[in-house]
């Protein structure tokens, strides 16, 4: 596995940017460039992440294809158009967004979202963004979600028969699957059997953590550093570490450098207690 996580430092050139990304023994990273940048800084991050042997874990196009306002929908979808062409250019494992959401909010609950018609719309969607890329060195990923497909293994598994494109594939990302008590106490079996269904597909990750806040009533979790949950993250890496050596598995969402090496630290110790490493 590959740890990375987000890049909080300015940095000019790649020689800066490989720097930021290897000091901390980070062997995976987001793509670093905005989509409009000059296509020979493109070549030469390419060119500096292989060469320090940093794989480009994804692009992301998060944005909501599914949006009810017209205009908002189709730049969404050339937004991830866009990111899967850019991802596919740079040998990036995948391109991500979430399916998208009914609501006000681009990626918020709403009852519309488990509705047959969204589900047909989110197939349709991906197959023309897919179609309209055809991609041939990367995938396009939907990350899951609580409340949006795919939200458990078999939304997902139904995604995938529905789609049927060779370049759709899986972004795993259990912390949205944390959905109720149950799923929080029983994450790691919960993690285990995602991969076990659909390990093969799966192109990166994310690992966060979450605490259940017990004085909320109706329930409530909060997204913490990895380590200030109580979300069994050594068995989330044991999982995912006999599926390629080169699984990005990438932090996000911190924005202080210290919750990142904090949550780092917690995640080195836990990967060496279930006896698994990554690569740096």
């Known amino acids: 596995m590959r740890l990375g996580a987000p890049i909080l430092d300015t940095f000019n050139t790649p020689d800066e940017w490989v720097d930021i990304v290897k000091t901390p023994g980070y062997g995976a990273a987001y793509w670093p460039l905005p989509f409009d940048a000059p296509d020979e800084d493109v070549d030469r991050y390419v060119a500096a992440a292989d060469a320090a042997g940093i794989v480009i874990a994804e692009v992301g196009a998060w944005s909501n294809p599914l949006a009810r306002d017209a205009a908002e929908a189709e ?157 069994d993250l050594g068995a989330y890496l044991a999982a995912v570490e006999p599926l390629d050596p080169d699984m990005p598995v990438l932090l996000e969402h911190l924005h202080d450098p210290r919750d990142y090496e904090a949550g780092v630290a917690h995640l080195r110790e836990r990967a060496q207690a279930v006896g698994t490493t990554f690569v740096t």
């Open 75 to 231: 730049a969404a979808l050339e937004k991830c158009r866009t990111a899967l062409a850019i991802a596919d250019r740079v040998g990036a494992r995948c391109a991500v967004n979430i399916a998208g959401a009914r609501s006000a909010y681009w990626a918020g609950p709403h009852a519309d979202n488990f509705s047959a018609e969204t589900f047909d719309r989110i197939v349709a969607t991906v197959q023309g963004i897919i179609d309209a890329v055809a991609p041939t060195r990367t995938y396009y990923t939907l990350e899951t979600m609580p409340w949006i497909a795919p939200y458990d293994t078999e939304s997902y598994e139904r995604l995938i028969d529905a789609i049927d494109r060779e370049r759709f594939a899986v972004h795993f990302d259990p912390a949205n699957l944390v959905n109720d008590p149950m799923k929080y106490y029983g994450y790691a079996e919960l993690t285990q059997r995602f991969v076990d269904r659909l390990g093969p597909a799966i192109k990166s990750c994310h690992i966060r953590d979450v605490q259940i806040q017990d004085k909320a009533l109706p329930l409530a979790m909060l997204e913490v550093r990895p380590g200030a949950g109580e979300l």
